[in-house]
Antibody, heavy 121, light 110 residues
Framework: EVQLAESGGGLVQPGGSLRLSCVVS????????MSWVRQAPGKGLECVAN????????SYVDSVRGRFTISRDNSKNSLYLQMNSLRDEDTAVYYC??????????????WGQGTLVTVSS | QSVLTQPPSVSEAPGQRVTISCSGR????????VNWYQQFPGKAPKLLMY???LRSAGVSDRFSGSKSAASASLAISGLQSEDEADYYC???????????FGGGTKLTVL
């Protein structure tokens, strides 16, 4: 059974940092692109970052580029999102999702349960 | 402002058919496959349709997808109360070099 489990969310002050983790099981982690998708309260979905199977290629949405860093450790079946210089508008549920590579197809076919990040003073 | 445009809400009576539209441009829907996701309150999204018109495993054949030029649609026939959810379209965007989503459509079964 495919499972993705995020952790690391919480309350942080503006300008602060958080590191999200996602541990996966049930599939060959190192053969899939992986992504972080967020959803602000009452809003839609936004893919904020994705990473290639071997970690050699990463891309970010403009609003987080330079502040967020996506990484992975294939030996630990784990995906990470380091979030620095957090802003109020980064408040959202963050999901890790399988897929998200360029012009693929059956992407985001599995999702974690999400972890809530709240940026507030 | 989402890159893909969806109606904020649609509603229809049980047993009827409803269509949710998703409008984009050449760089996304025009050139690439469209996926649809279903999300219930407080839950993670679930892949419903991929490659424009293929149903994900276990998805009822009451759901169907289509695409023409830079627009796509999700149709749900024989509406049931359990179909009440938010629906999102998504596609890869060649210019933004990222997956983009629609703003979501809330389906109400009257």
């Amino acid at each position: 059974e495919v499972q993705l489990a995020e952790s690391g969310g919480g309350l942080v002050q503006p300008g602060g940092s958080l590191r999200l983790s996602c541990v996966v099981s049930g599939f060959s982690f190192d053969t899939f692109y992986m992504s972080w998708v967020r959803q602000a309260p009452g809003k839609g979905l936004e893919c904020v970052a994705n990473i290639k199977q071997d970690g050699s290629d990463k891309s970010y949405v403009d609003s987080v580029r330079g502040r967020f860093t996506i990484s992975r450790d294939n030996s630990k079946n784990s995906l990470y999102l380091q979030m620095n210089s957090l802003r109020d508008e980064d408040t959202a549920v963050y999901y890790c999702a399988r897929g998200g590579g360029p012009a693929a197809g059956k992407d985001f076919d599995y999702w974690g349960q999400g972890t809530l990040v709240t940026v507030s003073s | 402002q989402s890159v893909l445009t969806q109606p904020p809400s649609v509603s229809e009576a049980p047993g009827q058919r409803v269509t949710i539209s998703c409008s984009g441009r050449t760089s996304n829907i025009g050139n690439n496959a469209v996926n649809w996701y279903q999300q219930f309150p407080g839950k993670a999204p679930k892949l419903l349709m991929y490659y424009d018109d293929l149903r994900s495993a276990g998805v009822s054949d009451r759901f169907s997808g289509s695409k023409s030029a830079a627009s796509a649609s999700l149709a749900i026939s024989g509406l049931q109360s359990e179909d009440e959810a938010d629906y999102y379209c998504a596609a890869w965007d060649d210019d933004l070099w990222s997956w983009v989503f629609g703003g979501g459509t809330k389906l109400t079964v009257l």
